[in-house]
């Protein structure tokens, strides 16, 4: 059964940052991508980022472009989100999830996700 294990939130204050990890169990991931989502009270899931498992390419919303980079480590099968200059607005409750379409940003389209880990930035 595929697991994803997310860690590293926190609190923190604006301008601070953060580092979180999802460690992958139970499949190889080479033909897969990781996406990071995030969830505020009262709103829908909103896309972060995204990498493909195996040529590491990515993609970023246009709110964390620039702050925000996520890479992942084949040999430990775990993919990290580092937050940099974080805001208020970034306080949500962070999801690392896998597709097999290596292209979207579609949480439809993400079929397995972890429990989530809690940001929140105190201005």
């Known amino acids: 059964q595929v697991q994803l294990v997310e860690s590293g939130g926190g609190l923190v204050q604006t301008g601070e940052s953060l580092r979180l990890s999802c460690t992958a169990s139970g499949r190889t991931f080479d033909k897969y991508a990781m996406g990071w989502f995030r969830q505020s009270p009262g709103k829908e899931h909103e896309f972060v980022a995204r990498i493909s498992w195996s040529t590491a390419l990515t993609y970023y919303s246009d709110s964390v472009k620039g702050r925000f980079a996520i890479s992942r480590d084949r040999s430990k099968n775990t993919g990290y989100l580092q937050m940099n200059s974080l805001k208020p607005e970034d306080t949500a409750v962070y999801y690392c999830?896998?597709?097999?379409?290596?292209?979207?940003?579609?949480?439809?389209?993400?079929?397995?996700w972890g429990q989530g880990t809690q940001v929140t930035v105190s201005s």
């Open positions: 999830a896998t597709t097999d379409e290596l292209l979207t940003a579609d949480r439809y389209h993400y079929d397995t």
